[in-house]
């Protein structure tokens, strides 16, 4: 019994980069909320989206993405839509930023957010017109049966596929759910909301055409050993439902917490007000 658990819990391909990028914000989170007042449900939706990245890149159902198409969907479903949603849902830049030492605040994470280096990487990445294509563009393109093929063949185009979906989807979450007005937020209140209806589109497009298609689009997993024996296109259709349903299901979502957090800055009044044009003056000019 123990060693079956132990089976699911073992990392498929062990990462060190991983490994410390999720031990850090884990330790950072930890401290910072002892410093910082966190409600529950943001403490809880955090460490949810954290496990559930963990489970989805380091334990044994990674195996799984790897050998059924229908597994590899559902991993980049909760790597690129819900888990950053979680994370993001739980604001907790201000509490991994109180985890951090004084000391390192002050000397190094200052300087590090002044430098051109860091504000030309954030300018570009949460950027929205740049977040939103890349939202977008990440699924379509792995989508591509060659691409899908690299990626399977390849290790590291596999980590950076699965890379790319995290980080994509953590910069668009981040600018549809932010609870700020515009500005200082990047986008404004009524595109937050429009903003996922836009990005579901595309994706419920390909899920049609994968759900509906009668060949075989992912050859590669008949190479790399299929993990279950149900018939091909079975798994096919399912892989295709989920870009489509699921997908489309959680962005909706997404667009009512930000419709949520438009109306709760409308009632603040905290939403930037249009200045009115007074009506040009019709006396008769003065000779």
Not at 226 to 231: D, I, M, P, S, V
Not at 238 to 267: T, Y
Request: charged share 15%; glycine share 6%.
């Amino acid at each position: 019994m123990t060693a079956s658990l132990l089976k699911w819990i073992v990392p498929w391909e062990f990462s060190w980069v991983l490994l410390a990028c999720f031990a850090t914000a884990c330790v950072l989170y930890l401290r910072g909320s002892r410093r910082w007042p966190v409600s529950f449900g943001r403490k809880l939706a955090f460490w949810v989206g954290m496990a559930i990245i963990y489970l989805s890149l380091h334990t044994y159902l990674d195996y799984y993405a790897e050998h059924e198409f229908f597994m590899h969907r559902i991993q980049q479903l909760l790597l690129h839509h819900i888990a950053p949603l979680l994370i993001v849902t739980a604001y907790p830049a201000t509490v991994l930023r109180a985890g951090l030492p004084l000391v390192w605040r002050v000397r190094l994470l200052r300087p590090l957010q002044r430098s051109w280096p860091w504000r030309v990487v954030s300018g570009v990445l949460l950027n929205p017109t740049v977040a939103t294509l890349l939202f977008v563009a990440f699924i379509l393109v792995w989508l591509i049966p060659s691409m899908q093929t690299l990626a399977m063949l390849d290790w590291r185009i596999y980590r950076f596929m699965n890379w790319s979906m995290l980080v994509s989807g953590f910069a668009y979450w981040s600018l549809v759910l932010d609870h700020r007005p515009h500005p200082p937020g990047r986008m404004t209140a009524g595109l937050r909301v429009l903003s996922p209806a836009v990005t579901m589109t595309p994706q419920i497009i390909a899920g049609a055409i994968v759900t509906f298609s009668k060949s075989d689009l992912y050859p590669i997993f008949e190479i790399c050993g299929r993990a279950f024996t149900f018939n091909v296109l079975t798994g096919q259709l399912i892989g295709g439902v989920i870009i489509w349903v699921p997908s489309a299901l959680v962005e909706s979502i997404g667009g009512l917490m930000a419709l949520r957090l438009w109306l709760r800055l409308s009632r603040n009044g905290r939403l930037p007000r249009t200045p009115r044009h007074r009506p040009a003056s019709t006396a008769a000019p003065l000779l």
